[in-house]
């Protein structure tokens, strides 16, 4: 006898067929961290959107290059260094254990290669020929990198050295290694090397593969490094972006690297799972009444529209209110601000942007007035 499906025992039988896919947990809804200190931040502002443990003064092994980063691109841009410029490796530098691609003494290697290896292979040896060129010798380099944190405002932090093998008082934070990769993620060209799987140096002869398995499985992974050691066991800090919300996920001291990768994705997931940005219009802007000077108005701008970090549910409820400076008397330069527009959400104000003047506005004298109404009379 031919069996007929009725509707309901047909969708009844497909949604069964149908896989299981995980679900992001809601805002709220703590992600499940087995590691003991991590923090997820949202890279534009640097708000913490969850944080456990977050300023415990812990070792972070290689994450410590983040800051080696940090100031070897600072050298770049400031013309100190240059990609293509053939750095020497020193007795100190060769003798750097741990991961490390084995730089004998007196070895040259590009700036551009040393930056390949010391991002996507950690590569301790790498690092301290950046520093020394850097800075004239690590120690200097390391003073360096702690005058740096403490202007990132890096309070849990202290290196003794530039590639994060273990030392004694070589400690930083989940909050301090999010400040640091936060600064990091202003140098572009860095997600160049982060998102690299394999490279080569020496011409093809050594193989480079990135440590950071992440950038294989996570949508909309951007980097940015791993570390582990004995003291700190298993650590990463992990950056994504997705429609324009940017996270940076910092594990410290996981038990695995499994673990850690485990824990950055369930960090990330959260983020954007609860949280989006919005970026508002720029509005068109009237020009600005001045009193007491040659011309009546003041052309007016809008500085940088900022990046809004909402509760996702949230998205798109951001009100506008712009306001004058109500003492707007000439003189009044180019640049200058006079106004603000404060953009409220939920009844808080979430951000504000400086109206500025689009040019400048004389004062009226007496020898002024009297030329400006002369030059009326004869059509000038």
């Given amino acids: 006898?031919?069996?007929?499906?009725?509707?309901?025992?047909?969708?009844?039988?497909?949604?069964?067929?149908?896989?299981?896919?995980?679900?992001?947990?809601?805002?709220?809804?703590?992600?499940?961290?087995?590691?003991?200190?991590?923090?997820?931040?949202?890279?534009?502002?640097?708000?913490?959107?969850?944080?456990?443990?977050?300023?415990?003064?812990?070792?972070?092994?290689?994450?410590?290059?983040?800051?080696?980063?940090?100031?070897?691109?600072?050298?770049?841009?400031?013309?100190?260094?240059?990609?293509?410029?053939?750095?020497?490796?020193?007795?100190?530098?060769?003798?750097?254990?741990?991961?490390?691609?084995?730089?004998?003494?007196?070895?040259?290697?590009?700036?551009?290669?040393?930056i390949k290896a010391t991002v996507i292979m950690s590569a301790n040896d790498a690092a301290v020929v950046l520093a020394e060129n850097v800075s004239g010798s690590e120690e200097a380099f390391v003073a360096r990198m702690n005058q740096r944190a403490q202007e990132l405002g890096m309070k849990e932090t202290t290196f003794k050295n530039c590639n994060g093998l273990d030392e004694e008082g070589h400690v930083t934070s989940a909050y301090d290694v999010a400040l640091m990769s936060r600064e990091l993620l202003t140098h572009p060209k860095i997600t160049e090397y982060t998102l690299t799987w394999i490279d080569y140096v020496r011409d093809g002869a050594t193989q480079l593969v990135n440590t950071n398995k992440l950038i294989r499985s996570y949508q909309g992974i951007t980097g940015l490094k791993t570390g582990t050691t004995s003291q700190a066991g298993s650590c990463i800090t992990a950056t994504a972006e997705r429609n324009g919300l940017r996270l940076i996920a910092v594990v410290l001291g996981a038990s695995s690297t499994d673990d850690r990768f485990k824990d950055a994705a369930a960090l990330l997931d959260y983020g954007f799972g609860g949280w989006s940005v919005t970026v508002p219009q720029s509005p068109q802007l009237d020009p600005a009444p001045v009193r007491g000077g040659m011309e009546e108005f003041v052309g007016a701008r809008a500085g940088a529209m900022p990046e809004i970090l909402l509760p996702a549910a949230e998205q798109g409820q951001v009100e506008e209110k712009i306001t004058w400076r109500e003492d707007l008397t000439a003189p009044i330069e180019e640049g200058e601000v006079i106004g603000k527009i404060t953009y409220t959400a939920g009844g808080q104000a979430v951000a504000q942007v400086d109206i500025t003047a689009a040019g400048e506005v004389r004062e009226i004298t007496f020898r002024s007035g009297f030329l400006y109404l002369l030059g009326g009379l004869l059509g000038l």
């Fill in 1 to 114: 006898m031919k069996k007929y499906w009725t509707l309901p025992a047909l969708l009844l039988a497909a949604l069964l067929c149908l896989p299981v896919l995980p679900s992001l947990p809601a805002r709220g809804e703590e992600p499940d961290v087995s590691a003991p200190a991590a923090v997820l931040m949202e890279a534009g502002a640097g708000k913490v959107l969850y944080e456990k443990n977050a300023h415990e003064q812990r070792p972070c092994a290689s994450i410590t290059k983040v800051m080696t980063l940090c100031l070897t691109f600072e050298a770049i841009e400031a013309g100190q260094l240059s990609m293509g410029d053939m750095l020497s490796a020193s007795a100190h530098a060769a003798s750097m254990g741990g991961s490390d691609i084995w730089l004998k003494e007196g070895e040259q290697m590009c700036v551009d290669d040393l």
